[in-house]
């Protein structure tokens, strides 16, 4: 059974930082892609930050220079550092995992908010 699971969101003020992580788990982690994707209220999911198996990134402009998104083959784990965070950040984050050949999981999503 696939799992994706998301940790590390939470309330922080602007300016502040959080770190997301993505637990993986029944997938063969290293070749997929992994991309953090965010949805506010009221408004479209959109692609936060995405990470090929051969570590190439790229990333919204709305969060180039403050997100990081990186991952860790060994712990089947995926991350978003998030610094430098501004109200507008506010949404639910969920992370994805796919491959053509392997198929395309999504995880619950996490609640980031940030306030002002």
């Known amino acids: 059974q696939v799992q994706l699971v998301e940790s590390g969101g939470g309330l922080v003020q602007a300016g502040g930082s959080l770190r997301l992580s993505c637990a993986a788990s029944g997938i063969i982690f290293y070749i997929n892609k992994l991309c953090w994707y965010r949805q506010a209220p009221g408004k479209q999911r959109e692609l936060v930050a995405a990470?090929?198996?051969?570590?190439?990134?790229n990333y919204a402009d709305s969060v180039k220079g403050r997100f990081t998104i990186s991952r860790d083959n060994g712990k089947n784990t995926a991350y978003l550092q998030m610094n430098s965070l501004r109200p507008e950040d506010t949404a639910v984050y969920t992370c994805?995992?796919?491959?053509?050949?392997?198929?395309?999981?999504w995880g619950q999503g996490i609640q980031v908010t940030v306030s002002s």
């Open positions: 994805r995992a796919f491959n053509a050949l392997t198929g395309d999981y």
């Open positions: 990470i090929t198996s051969g570590g190439s990134t």
